[in-house]
Protein backbone atom coordinates (compact mmCIF):
# COMPACT_ATOMS: atom_id res chain seq x y z
CA UNK A 1 0.00 0.00 0.00
CA UNK A 2 1.61 3.14 -0.85
CA UNK A 3 2.43 5.69 2.28
CA UNK A 4 2.62 2.27 4.05
CA UNK A 5 6.48 1.68 5.46
CA UNK A 6 8.53 -1.46 3.47
CA UNK A 7 9.31 -4.41 6.42
CA UNK A 8 11.95 -6.14 6.18
CA UNK A 9 11.32 -10.04 6.55
CA UNK A 10 14.31 -11.62 7.89
CA UNK A 11 15.68 -13.07 4.93
CA UNK A 12 16.60 -9.78 3.69
CA UNK A 13 18.75 -9.20 6.58
CA UNK A 14 21.87 -7.19 5.92
CA UNK A 15 25.53 -9.09 5.26
CA UNK A 16 27.75 -9.60 7.85
CA UNK A 17 30.71 -7.67 7.45
CA UNK A 18 33.23 -9.24 9.54
CA UNK A 19 37.21 -8.16 9.81
CA UNK A 20 39.78 -8.69 11.96
CA UNK A 21 39.35 -5.21 12.95
CA UNK A 22 35.75 -5.35 14.24
CA UNK A 23 36.70 -8.72 15.85
CA UNK A 24 39.33 -7.09 18.08
CA UNK A 25 36.75 -4.61 18.39
CA UNK A 26 33.93 -6.57 19.49
CA UNK A 27 36.33 -8.58 21.85
CA UNK A 28 36.71 -5.35 24.10
CA UNK A 29 33.25 -4.53 23.88
CA UNK A 30 32.66 -8.10 24.91
CA UNK A 31 34.97 -8.27 28.14
CA UNK A 32 33.26 -4.46 29.16
CA UNK A 33 29.87 -6.53 28.77
CA UNK A 34 31.12 -9.31 31.09
CA UNK A 35 32.43 -6.57 33.67
CA UNK A 36 28.72 -5.26 33.69
CA UNK A 37 27.65 -8.65 34.13
CA UNK A 38 30.07 -8.79 37.30
CA UNK A 39 29.29 -5.90 38.65
CA UNK A 40 25.26 -6.47 38.57
CA UNK A 41 25.82 -9.78 40.43
CA UNK A 42 27.48 -8.10 42.91
CA UNK A 43 25.02 -5.47 44.00
CA UNK A 44 21.86 -7.54 43.10
CA UNK A 45 22.43 -10.97 44.39
CA UNK A 46 20.82 -13.32 44.24
CA UNK A 47 20.14 -12.94 40.81
CA UNK A 48 22.44 -14.98 38.23
CA UNK A 49 22.88 -12.76 35.97
CA UNK A 50 24.43 -14.45 32.45
CA UNK A 51 26.40 -13.66 29.67
CA UNK A 52 24.64 -16.20 27.81
CA UNK A 53 21.86 -16.32 24.76
CA UNK A 54 21.96 -14.20 22.08
CA UNK A 55 25.13 -12.04 23.38
CA UNK A 56 26.94 -15.42 23.32
CA UNK A 57 25.50 -16.86 20.23
CA UNK A 58 26.16 -13.85 18.33
CA UNK A 59 29.58 -13.33 18.99
CA UNK A 60 30.34 -16.84 18.03
CA UNK A 61 28.62 -16.30 14.88
CA UNK A 62 30.71 -13.56 14.32
CA UNK A 63 34.34 -15.75 15.12
CA UNK A 64 33.10 -18.50 12.69
CA UNK A 65 31.99 -16.43 10.07
CA UNK A 66 35.63 -14.64 9.79
CA UNK A 67 37.46 -18.16 10.98
CA UNK A 68 36.02 -20.18 8.43
CA UNK A 69 34.75 -17.59 5.76
CA UNK A 70 31.01 -18.17 5.74
CA UNK A 71 28.25 -16.92 3.99
CA UNK A 72 25.79 -15.80 7.33
CA UNK A 73 22.25 -16.99 6.77
CA UNK A 74 19.49 -16.81 9.87
CA UNK A 75 17.63 -20.45 8.97
CA UNK A 76 15.67 -22.76 11.36
CA UNK A 77 18.80 -25.28 11.59
CA UNK A 78 21.63 -23.35 9.88
CA UNK A 79 23.48 -20.47 10.76
CA UNK A 80 25.73 -19.84 8.00
CA UNK A 81 26.79 -21.73 4.74
CA UNK A 82 29.94 -23.07 3.70
CA UNK A 83 32.15 -22.17 0.71
CA UNK A 84 31.45 -25.84 -0.15
CA UNK A 85 27.18 -25.13 -0.18
CA UNK A 86 26.44 -26.72 3.26
CA UNK A 87 24.88 -25.51 5.95
CA UNK A 88 26.89 -25.03 9.00
CA UNK A 89 25.12 -24.50 12.42
CA UNK A 90 26.94 -22.05 15.01
CA UNK A 91 26.85 -22.67 18.45
CA UNK A 92 29.23 -20.71 21.03
CA UNK A 93 29.33 -20.82 25.38
CA UNK A 94 31.49 -19.09 27.48
CA UNK A 95 32.39 -22.27 29.73
CA UNK A 96 29.06 -23.99 29.51
CA UNK A 97 28.87 -27.71 30.46
CA UNK A 98 26.15 -28.03 27.56
CA UNK A 99 25.55 -26.83 24.20
CA UNK A 100 22.20 -26.91 22.71
CA UNK A 101 21.15 -27.98 19.20
CA UNK A 102 18.14 -27.44 17.01
CA UNK A 103 15.72 -30.46 18.05
CA UNK A 104 14.08 -31.49 14.61
CA UNK A 105 16.67 -31.75 12.57
CA UNK A 106 20.96 -32.58 12.39
CA UNK A 107 22.77 -29.43 10.60
CA UNK A 108 25.39 -30.44 7.63
CA UNK A 109 27.70 -29.26 9.26
CA UNK A 110 28.32 -27.78 13.23
CA UNK A 111 31.06 -25.59 14.89
CA UNK A 112 31.00 -25.16 18.41
CA UNK A 113 33.47 -22.53 19.97
CA UNK A 114 33.78 -21.74 23.81
CA UNK A 115 34.66 -18.01 25.05
CA UNK A 116 37.14 -18.03 28.01
CA UNK A 117 37.09 -15.16 30.70
CA UNK A 118 39.28 -13.23 28.22
CA UNK A 119 36.98 -13.57 25.09
CA UNK A 120 39.10 -15.70 23.56
CA UNK A 121 37.42 -17.97 21.32
CA UNK A 122 38.74 -22.02 21.05
CA UNK A 123 37.14 -24.23 19.20
CA UNK A 124 35.36 -27.40 20.63
CA UNK A 125 33.69 -28.71 17.43
CA UNK A 126 34.40 -28.63 13.85
CA UNK A 127 32.57 -31.33 11.94
CA UNK A 128 29.81 -33.39 10.59
CA UNK A 129 26.60 -32.04 12.59
CA UNK A 130 24.84 -35.62 12.36
CA UNK A 131 26.91 -37.49 15.24
CA UNK A 132 26.80 -35.01 18.21
CA UNK A 133 22.69 -34.02 16.88
CA UNK A 134 22.09 -38.04 17.45
CA UNK A 135 24.22 -38.36 20.48
CA UNK A 136 22.25 -35.04 21.64
CA UNK A 137 19.82 -35.68 24.33
CA UNK A 138 16.67 -33.73 23.57
CA UNK A 139 14.93 -31.41 26.36
CA UNK A 140 12.36 -32.58 28.38
CA UNK A 141 10.16 -29.69 27.47
CA UNK A 142 10.65 -30.25 23.65
CA UNK A 143 13.03 -27.83 22.61
CA UNK A 144 16.54 -27.89 22.01
CA UNK A 145 18.43 -31.00 22.07
CA UNK A 146 21.44 -30.75 24.16
CA UNK A 147 24.93 -32.43 24.50
CA UNK A 148 28.06 -31.94 27.09
CA UNK A 149 30.80 -30.09 26.23
CA UNK A 150 33.05 -32.85 27.01
CA UNK A 151 30.84 -35.47 24.47
CA UNK A 152 32.06 -32.59 22.04
CA UNK A 153 35.63 -32.38 22.59
CA UNK A 154 35.62 -36.55 22.41
CA UNK A 155 34.04 -36.48 18.99
CA UNK A 156 35.86 -33.38 17.83
CA UNK A 157 38.89 -35.98 17.77
CA UNK A 158 37.11 -38.20 15.89
CA UNK A 159 36.50 -36.29 12.94
CA UNK A 160 38.51 -36.73 9.94
CA UNK A 161 40.34 -33.97 9.07
CA UNK A 162 38.80 -34.29 5.18
CA UNK A 163 35.09 -33.48 7.01
CA UNK A 164 36.18 -30.40 8.70
CA UNK A 165 35.50 -26.97 7.81
CA UNK A 166 38.87 -25.67 6.52
CA UNK A 167 40.19 -22.55 8.82
CA UNK A 168 40.79 -19.95 6.91
CA UNK A 169 41.64 -17.60 9.20
CA UNK A 170 43.64 -17.79 12.25
CA UNK A 171 42.17 -16.35 15.55
CA UNK A 172 46.03 -15.46 16.99
CA UNK A 173 46.17 -12.79 14.29
CA UNK A 174 43.09 -11.01 16.13
CA UNK A 175 43.83 -11.60 19.42
CA UNK A 176 47.33 -10.19 18.89
CA UNK A 177 46.18 -7.15 17.83
CA UNK A 178 46.86 -3.92 19.96
CA UNK A 179 44.35 -1.68 20.07
CA UNK A 180 44.29 2.03 20.44
CA UNK A 181 43.50 3.30 23.53
Excluded at 30 to 37: E, G, K, T
Aim: contains cysteine; aromatic residues 6%.
Amino acid sequence: MRGMPATRSRKSRPELAVTAERLALAREAMRAALRSVAQLRQLLPPLPFTADGHLVGSYGEAWAVWMFDLAHLSEKVHDARSREGLGVQIKATFGGATVGMAPHHAPDRLVVIDFDDDCSPSLLYNGPGALPWERARPSKAGGQRFISVKELVRLHAQVDDQARLALVRDPQTVLAQELPA
